[in-house]
């Protein structure tokens, strides 16, 4: 269950967030400094994925690099006080990563169909081991839009709980014993530090997995 506020689901008002605080493309190179940083992120970001991608993967760059721009904020927006994280949720992360695996799987069999099967029988396979790596293969394949979505889920699940555990410690040092609560104090700001490098990097894991899968299928 999302919370909701006023009747409105909270998700709903997270999931707009991104498009709110991004400003629209206008005519000019750069408008500022945010523009410029934004223009940076997106150029780094797009060589780094693609880069060892074939030429014809580069049309999913504006798709690829829009999700991770999406995701990275989510996480980010998550970490601030009194909101609510969506890629939380394991339902948002697989509305997510079903559809973009499932176009490149299909991208595989229409283009190389040969080559899309192939990746389910490894070469010099003695015949008895035939049938069961061939349902090992299928099985791995289809596991992973879940492994997408759970390693999206339960890392930030994760940090957030110890956030709320920590911090939860903190206030009930502080009356009873001060300097462990200031010791405590000192490892929950480290560890938002790292929660907020952790947010960044699932994002681009997530994304960087996807442009492996379209990298085997074209």
Do not use: C, D
Request: hydrophobic residues 55%; neutral net charge.
């Amino acid at each position: 269950m999302t919370p909701v506020l006023l009747g409105i689901p909270l998700i709903t008002v997270a999931t707009l967030m991104p498009v709110i605080m991004f400003f629209q493309p206008s005519t000019q190179w750069v408008t500022g400094r945010f523009t410029a940083l934004q223009s940076q992120l997106i150029n780094n970001s797009t060589s780094q994925l693609f880069m060892p991608l074939s030429s014809k993967s580069y049309t999913w760059a504006l798709l690829i690099v829009s999700l991770m721009i999406f995701l990275i904020t989510i996480n980010l927006l998550g970490l601030m006080p009194y909101t609510f994280t969506p890629t939380t949720q394991l339902s948002f992360n697989m509305a997510f990563a079903i559809p973009a695996w499932l176009a490149t799987v299909i991208i595989g069999l229409r283009t190389q169909p040969t080559h899309a099967f192939a990746h389910l029988l490894p070469e010099s396979t003695p015949p008895l081991l035939i049938p069961i790596l061939i349902i090992i293969e299928t099985i791995s394949l289809f596991i992973r839009p879940i492994a997408l979505g759970v390693r999206l889920t339960a890392n930030l699940t994760a940090g957030h709980l110890l956030i709320q555990l920590i911090s939860t410690a903190v206030m009930t040092m502080m009356s009873i014993m001060p300097s462990v609560g200031l010791l405590t104090a000192t490892l929950l700001l480290l560890l938002s530090i790292l929660e907020v490098a952790v947010a960044m990097i699932q994002a681009y894991v997530f994304v960087l997995l996807l442009s492996l899968y379209l990298q085997e299928n074209t």
